[in-house]
């Protein structure tokens, strides 16, 4: 039940100074922030983390996904708490901005759409990443973090040293 979820704070949060505000929210939901480091990934990394956006959303979308993640440095954390995964997907809610629902971190702090990033042609800047189901949750954790830079520590309200 206790599980850890990749979160990213992708190139338009860090560039937006949002990386506070956001991780704030996860700190204020009660989860346990047990790895976290800036890093400029190249496209082929890219296309290691995204390794099945072609298949899922066409070869276009990795494009400019891949332009989009490699703009700038990501903030990558490993999030843990019961029921991560699903419990951080909700926190960071649907894809799309524009109908994501407010008091989500993607309704509260943009709002851009399918459309307008197919006319532009560039993503969805949606600011953040959260792994999908349990089972990619290890993968990217794996991916984006050496064993040595996960820490197992013991919150205040764990150990009630106030
Ligand atoms: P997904 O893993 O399906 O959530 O897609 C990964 C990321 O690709 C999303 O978080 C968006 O940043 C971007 N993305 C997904 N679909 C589109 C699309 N149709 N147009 C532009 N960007 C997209």
């Given at each position: 039940m206790?599980?850890?979820s990749l979160v990213l704070l992708k190139p338009d949060a860090v560039k937006r100074g949002l990386m506070g505000k956001i991780l704030t929210r996860f700190e204020d939901a009660g989860f346990k922030i047990v790895g976290a480091k800036m890093t400029w990934i190249d496209?082929?990394?890219?296309?290691?983390?995204?390794?099945?956006?072609?298949e899922r959303r066409g070869e276009k979308v990795l494009k400019v996904l891949l332009n989009f993640m490699t703009q700038g440095?990501?903030?990558?954390?490993?999030?843990?708490?019961?029921?991560?995964v699903e419990n951080?997907?909700?926190?960071?809610?649907?894809?799309?901005?524009?109908?994501?629902?407010?008091?989500t971190i993607r309704g509260d702090f943009a709002h851009i759409s399918f459309a307008y990033a197919d006319?532009?042609?560039?993503?969805?800047?949606?600011?953040?990443?959260?792994?999908?189901?349990?089972?990619?949750a290890?993968?990217?954790?794996?991916?984006?973090?050496?064993?040595?830079?996960?820490?197992?520590?013991?919150?205040?309200?764990?150990?009630?040293?106030?």
């Open positions: 206790i599980e850890r496209k082929d990394f890219g296309k290691r983390h995204y390794a099945d956006i072609a440095p990501v903030m990558a954390l490993c999030v843990e708490g019961i029921n991560a951080i997907r909700k926190i960071v809610g649907g894809t799309e901005p524009k109908s994501a629902l407010p008091g006319k532009e042609n560039k993503a969805i800047e949606n600011l953040i990443h959260a792994s999908g189901n349990v089972e990619e290890k993968v990217e954790v794996a991916l984006w973090f050496k064993e040595s830079e996960l820490h197992s520590y013991k919150t205040a309200y764990e150990t009630h040293t106030f």
